[in-house]
């Protein structure tokens, strides 16, 4: 099969998880407020090319951040969990290491071409993100930064590829 015929086969419609992890924007969503627009963008670019979305908000807390991630990994329906938020490097920044050790196998080169399309747009200060992204029980598992313009690189780097990359995982 060549490479434009393996694409092909790759599934069209997906159905994603998208998980903001912070606790300012929990204490807006839990007051009704939905002050995360970076969800938001996650949600409107994954809608526009024909999947579909949960959402939801967690703190910056190690056990529900574990809590969502498990419930999306043990849904069978469930393709993609695409996280954003708490990949810096404060205290509270805790996304990498509560679900790294989930990962069965990591793709380091989307954290590397991530890093460096928003040092070409922003600096230094895109070398401080710990993005990750990997397989997790056989559905891609996708750490992004919080920052919405974050968020759009890495929806730039996923999308054209998320269908292929799915059907690699499911093997």
Not at 81 to 98: A, H, P, Q, S
């Amino acid at each position: 099969m060549g490479f434009e015929e393996h694409r092909r086969a790759a599934p069209g419609r997906l159905r994603v998880a998208v998980i903001t992890i912070s606790d300012s924007r929990y204490k807006a969503w839990r007051e009704g407020r939905d002050e995360d627009l970076s969800g938001r963008i996650m949600e409107e670019r994954l809608r526009k090319e024909g999947h579909e979305v949960t959402r939801e908000i967690v703190p910056d807390e190690p056990e529900l951040i574990l809590g969502a991630v498990r419930k999306h990994l043990e849904d069978p329906s469930v393709d993609v969990i695409l996280t954003c938020g708490g990949t810096g490097i404060t205290r509270r920044d805790v996304t990498i290491e509560t679900l790294r050790p989930l990962l069965e196998k990591e793709l380091p080169g989307f954290g590397e071409r991530l890093r460096a399309m928003g040092y070409e747009m922003v600096g230094t200060p895109a070398l401080l993100t710990r993005a990750t992204f990997g397989v997790a029980r056989g559905k891609l598992l996708c750490c992004l930064p919080g920052a919405p313009s974050s968020v759009e690189v890495g929806m730039k780097l996923l999308l054209p590829e998320l269908g292929h990359l799915v059907k690699h995982a499911r093997e």
